[in-house]
């Protein structure tokens, strides 16, 4: 069934995705834009949105009709502890492809620039195309919000997810130490972060068996627009590191720099990105070559950032290329 014709507050006030609607865009009350009364096809049409989200709500819907498919990675306790806890979940994608179960899951991981999780256009849509190619799939909501050290809780909503999905691995139908990140732009510096030992180390989990990261920051160093810092920089730097940005970068934030616990990676990105220049992805790319860890970079000739799952322009189909150079590593 295509929902293109339904409005976006129509689709996102179904009841039997509540849990999940008010973090379509987490931290975004829809309800108070312009976007609530747009039809998913007027909202392709004129690019307010990129990505098929009409087939990421319908598979939404249908994950949504099992009943089992939402899951709170915190305790109602632990959420009265820190508010900024409240919604961090996992909605699960299962493939209908009996092979699934065989290969590794996949954490998709949307962007928002820390202060957003754009599962609209960067989960739903995402984890429904690796259904597709034949693999189950898992989109974290994570923290945003938070006035200190924020991408150390993100690691722990990592953990969390991990050892939820092995807690649960029998019901999803997957080998719990067998799994492949997928991050856009913020989601991509988490999944990169995750590989350091900062990461899975640190948290005694499983390392992944390959990463795409998606027009993805990876350096704090690299800066087109570095004019000087301000009272603004200083404050967003302890929200996101828990210490000044001269003292991340000399850390273990620097990803470069620490990137030999790495899997495998696909890196996408585009030429024309005027938020998230793609020599990021390049950056990485290159010192993952002088590591021997095997890397495939893709940059397309158009598109800015954002591009979600490629649909109507270059990058269509990166998903599938994605899984295809995974699965070619393991012959």
Known sequence: MSYEFNT???LLSNPKIRPIARDAIRNRNLKNEEVWNMTLSQLT?????FGNINNGIQRLYEAADTGEWYYPLY??????EDEARKGVSLVWFPSADPEADNRPFILVVPGGGFVNVWNLTEGWPIAEQFNRCGYHAFILTYQVDGEDSLLKKNMDDFARALQLIQEKKEQFHVQADR???CGFSAGGYLICLWNTKMGYPDHNLPKPEASFPVYSVVSMKYDDDDDGEDEDDTEWQYRIFGCPGEEAVKGDYEIPEHAEGFPPCALFATAGDDLVNPEHSKMLARVLESMNIPCRLEIGPEGGHGFA??????????????VKWFESLQK
Do not use: K, N
């Open 8 to 10: 976006l507050g129509d």
């Open 45 to 49: 049409e004129d690019h307010v949105f």
């Open 75 to 80: 305790s109602e306790e632990e959420c009265a």
């Open 179 to 181: 799994y492949i990140t």
């Open 309 to 322: 799952d490629g649909s109507g322009m270059c990058m269509a189909g990166w998903t599938e290329r994605a």
